[in-house]
């Protein structure tokens, strides 16, 4: 703008006779006014994205410096876990912790005290996950298998293959 105001001084400004042709007049451009109806229009895009924070719950997998936990003196029976069919996705919201289970998966601890076990694709380790994981927000607020991918603050991106939803069922000591 300061430009043009500058060329439109100089052309206005009274020339000195000088020998020969003189250099071409400068035409003015000018920004169509919005009332033009030929003018093109003016478009802006905002995009927004969410990133989810899902934190890591202290496992045997990843409390490396951890001494052992103190014997309670009430003895409590040992649980054991069972998977069964899971739906193929999950409510971001609902996801609360997060806590590593196998060398290739991950158990998601839900609001409702679920505990769902999300095999990692190949190639992916549990272990990449020690510190928790990030998502990043779908348009449907759903976390699904084979289409979102998590990601471990170490820089990993894993797809999630399944979910298993996992029962505890009492150990029998036999």
Same mark, same amino acid.
């Given at each position: 703008?300061?430009?043009?105001?500058?060329?439109?001084?100089?052309?206005?400004?009274?020339?000195?006779?000088?020998?020969?042709?003189?250099?071409?007049?400068?035409?003015?451009?000018?920004?169509?006014?919005? $009332?033009?109806?030929?003018?093109?229009?003016?478009?802006? @895009?905002?995009?927004?994205? =969410?990133?989810?924070?899902?934190? !890591? *719950? +202290?496992?045997?997998?990843?409390?490396?410096?951890?001494?052992?936990?103190?014997?309670?003196?009430?003895?409590?029976?040992?649980? $054991?876990?069972?998977?069964?069919?899971?739906?193929?996705? @999950?409510?971001?919201?609902? =996801?609360?912790?997060?806590?590593? !289970? *196998? +060398?290739?998966?991950?158990?998601?601890?839900?609001?409702?005290?679920?505990?769902?076990?999300?095999?990692?694709?190949?190639?992916?380790?549990?272990?990449?996950?020690?510190?928790?994981?990030?998502?990043?927000?779908?348009?449907?607020?759903?976390?699904?298998?084979?289409?979102?991918?998590?990601?471990?603050?170490?820089?990993?991106?894993?797809?999630?293959?399944?979910?298993?939803?996992?029962?505890?069922?009492?150990?029998?000591?036999?």
């Amino acid at each position: 703008m300061l430009t043009l105001a500058a060329l439109w001084t100089m052309m206005m400004a009274p020339v000195a006779e000088a020998p020969g042709p003189g250099p071409e007049p400068l035409s003015v451009v000018a920004m169509p006014s919005p $009332e033009d109806s030929t003018a093109s229009f003016w478009q802006m @895009v905002i995009e927004q994205q =969410i990133i989810i924070r899902v934190p !890591a *719950q +202290r496992s045997s997998l990843n409390n490396f410096s951890a001494p052992p936990a103190p014997e309670m003196r009430l003895r409590q029976a040992p649980v $054991e876990w069972k998977e069964k069919k899971a739906p193929k996705c @999950v409510a971001m919201r609902n =996801i609360l912790g997060m806590q590593g !289970a *196998q +060398r290739d998966s991950i158990d998601l601890i839900t609001r409702q005290k679920q505990r769902l076990r999300a095999q990692l694709n190949r190639g992916c380790r549990a272990l990449d996950f020690y510190a928790g994981f990030y998502m990043q927000g779908s348009k449907d607020g759903q976390l699904c298998e084979d289409r979102d991918q998590i990601h471990a603050r170490t820089g990993a991106k894993c797809e999630i293959d399944k979910f298993r939803l996992m029962v505890p069922v009492a150990k029998n000591d036999d």
